[in-house]
T-cell receptor, first 115, second 117 residues
Framework: AQSVSQHNHHVILSEAASLELGCNYSYGGTVNLFWYVQYPGQHLQLLLKYFSGDPLVKGIKGFEAEFIKSKFSFNLRKPSVQWSDTAEYFCAVNSPANSGYALNFGKGTSLLVTP | GAGVSQTPSNKVTEKGKYVELRCDPISGHTALYWYRQSLGQGPEFLIYFQGTGAADDSGLPNDRFFAVRPEGSVSTLKIQRTERGDSAVYLC???????????????FGPGTRLLVL
């Protein structure tokens, strides 16, 4: 079955630490990959997306993600986190196999950045 | 321009009651999606519309759930005979169209938090 796995459910980092959140998917064929973020009290916002081309994708607020096709992975990275990065992060995948290109989400990773 | 809006933001109801949740997509977006997010989980697909008709409702959990989009813009998710297990955040998203291109990115509303007592 098609699935999206996020390895870390809760991550706690100090400010200025580096961040890497894992995301793996099990899909055959063409995929589009996304990271969404939900800040406390706010709605889901798109952080970055990959459709084709350069597998290293840069998003907002200094985030980037790398699509590694051979590993079915799309890990999210940031070299130096800030307190304001405290949020819930969701990896999502869609493909022609999803009716209407509906998004299939992982369970999310809760990130807490301490001062 | 305005983003996706959803009303009400919170809804408390009693078991067995009927509820309606509204979604107003971004102007010009033809595709509209409903998702449900339970505590500690990612959003799960319920139904999507391309224009006025429900193109795929395979994600609806049972026949107590129904959604409409009569004029191809605003959509209403309807839940009959609510159960405690229906408590969740119901999210709406819209996109310019349906497809795998960058322009078909889905944009989410703030959600309606439903609590069934």
């Amino acid at each position: 079955a098609q699935s999206v796995s996020q390895h870390n459910h809760h991550v706690i980092l100090s400010e200025a630490a580096s961040l890497e959140l894992g995301c793996n998917y099990s899909y055959g064929g063409t995929v589009n990959l996304f990271w969404y973020v939900q800040y406390p009290g706010q709605h889901l916002q798109l952080l970055l997306k990959y459709f084709s081309g350069d597998p290293l994708v840069k998003g907002i607020k200094g985030f980037e993600a790398e699509f590694i096709k051979s590993k079915f992975s799309f890990n999210l990275r940031k070299p130096s986190v800030q307190w304001s990065d405290t949020a819930e992060y969701f990896c999502a995948v869609n493909s022609p196999a999803n009716s209407g290109y509906a998004l299939n989400f992982g369970k999310g990773t809760s990130l807490l950045v301490t001062p | 321009g305005a983003g996706v809006s959803q009303t009400p933001s919170n809804k408390v109801t009693e078991k067995g009651k009927y509820v309606e949740l509204r979604c107003d997509p971004i102007s010009g977006h033809t595709a509209l999606y409903w998702y449900r997010q339970s505590l500690g989980q990612g959003p799960e697909f319920l139904i999507y519309f391309q224009g006025t008709g429900a193109a795929d409702d395979s994600g609806l959990p049972n026949d107590r759930f129904f959604a409409v989009r009569p004029e191809g813009s605003v959509s209403t998710l309807k839940i009959q005979r609510t159960e405690r297990g229906d408590s969740a955040v119901y999210l709406c998203a819209s996109s310019l169209g349906v497809g795998g291109g960058a322009e078909e990115t889905q944009y989410f509303g703030p959600g309606t938090r439903l609590l069934v007592l």
